[in-house]
């Protein structure tokens, strides 16, 4: 099932918090259309939006965001998502923004500035299929990686995402590496 949004004239809105929350039945959204220029609060938008394979997303203006926790909480279906023009640097919330997002493999978050943000708990928890992620730069709060070790390409290992590094690193699940050496 889809939605029609096209016509939809989001320019005047501040918060889209839970705007598709529950929609269990949703399965592709595009949101290519939406001005989000202003919205403050992306909280929730897609918690619980169990069924959705695809959402486009790469347009939304995230300029002014500040919220972004559960953000995608629960998106089960969703396996890959384009979050390359997020613009996240004056968010201060991404507690659970990925949490439950069982068949995401990877993340891309190398684009996040991360600098204001001061609550990233459970921010992947419960992403079981994810074995790759793009680590944001400017860290500033521990924010645990989903279960097991991560390695970067130096063999460093993280259990959480690497704290005061003003760069973006590449983390894989070690059990992963493992699998496709052998």
Known sequence: ???????????KVTDV???????EKLTDLDLSNFNTGNVKYFRSMFEGCTNLT???IASL?????????????GCSSL???DLENFNTGNVTIMCNMF?????LTGLDLGSFDVANVVNMSGMFEGCDALIKINAPANVKKECMLPD??????QE???TSLPVNIGFSIELKKAEAITETET
């Open 54 to 56: 695809n959402v486009n």
């Open 99 to 103: 949490e439950g997002c069982s068949n």
């Open 148 to 153: 097991g070790i991560w390695k970067d390409a």
């Open 1 to 11: 099932t889809n939605l029609e949004l096209k016509n939809f004239n989001t320019e």
């Open 17 to 23: 918090g839970g705007m598709f929350s529950g929609c």
């Open 79 to 81: 396996e890959t998502l």
């Open 156 to 158: 460093k290992s993280y």
């Open 61 to 73: 203006d995230t300029t002014n965001a500040s919220d972004m926790g559960n953000m995608f909480c």
